[in-house]
């Protein structure tokens, strides 16, 4: 069955640091990978989007890499900040065009 | 403001009653998406509506249904509930009918079923 693993664990980093999160998939072939952050209580919020396609995208200090022959996902935070503490969701496009979502890796920036 | 409004933002009721969670879309959104997210659980997919026409099912149990109106505002109706029906209900409006476009998420209802 199609399975996507992140992180169950926190991921501490230290302000300044990248912070880097995982998304692994199997028994699947997304057309696309999404990122979101969700903070507590809060709905998530879109960050970025990839495609099959393309190898890497940035977005200011972000950047998402999609390997499709790993089944890998890479999310890099650069220059981190205390204020970058939240979970983050990687969500998949399947063959019908639905998300199919990770449970989420909570970051935490430590000061 | 994400611009996808949620209300009520807190609904506590009893066991077997029937309520109604509310959903307007980001403006020129035409896909409305309903989630649950339990403490111990991620997202779950429960219904997609596209301009009033449910376009794909997920987890939906039978004592759920949904409708989206043609102001494009959709409710997500619980009935029979049960303490497990306790969670956070997401909705999220896209504008397009597939998933290859960023969604834009709601502050939630939180449920509670006492």
């Known amino acids: 069955s199609q399975k996507i693993e992140q992180n169950s664990e926190a991921l501490n980093i230290q302000e300044g640091k990248t912070a880097t999160l995982t998304c692994n998939y199997t028994?699947?072939?997304?057309?696309?990978l999404q990122w979101y952050r969700q903070d507590p209580g809060r709905g998530p919020v879109f960050l970025l989007l990839i495609r099959e396609n393309e190898k890497e995208k940035r977005k200011e200090r972000l950047k998402v890499t999609f390997d499709t022959t790993l089944k890998q996902s890479l999310f890099h935070i650069t220059a981190s900040q205390p204020a970058d503490s939240a979970t983050y969701l990687c969500a998949l496009g399947d063959s019908n065009y639905q998300l199919i979502w990770g449970a989420g890796t909570k970051l935490i920036i430590k000061p | 403001d994400s611009g996808v409004t949620q209300t009520p933002k807190h609904l506590i009721t009893a066991t077997g009653q029937r309520v109604t969670l509310r959903c307007s879309p980001r403006?020129?959104?035409?896909?409305v998406y309903w989630y649950q997210q339990s403490l111990d659980q991620g997202l779950q997919f429960l219904i997609q509506?596209?301009?009033?026409?449910?376009?794909a099912k997920g987890n939906i149990l039978e004592r759920f249904s949904a409708q989206q109106f043609p102001d494009l505002h959709s409710e997500l109706n619980l009935s029979s509930l049960e303490l497990g029906d306790s969670a956070l209900y997401f909705c999220a409006s896209s504008v397009v009918k597939s998933g290859n476009y960023g969604y834009t998420f709601g502050s939630g209802t939180r449920l509670t079923v006492v």
């Open positions: 509506y596209y301009n009033g026409e449910e376009r």
């Open positions: 028994n699947y072939s997304p057309a696309y």
């Open positions: 403006s020129g959104d035409l896909s």
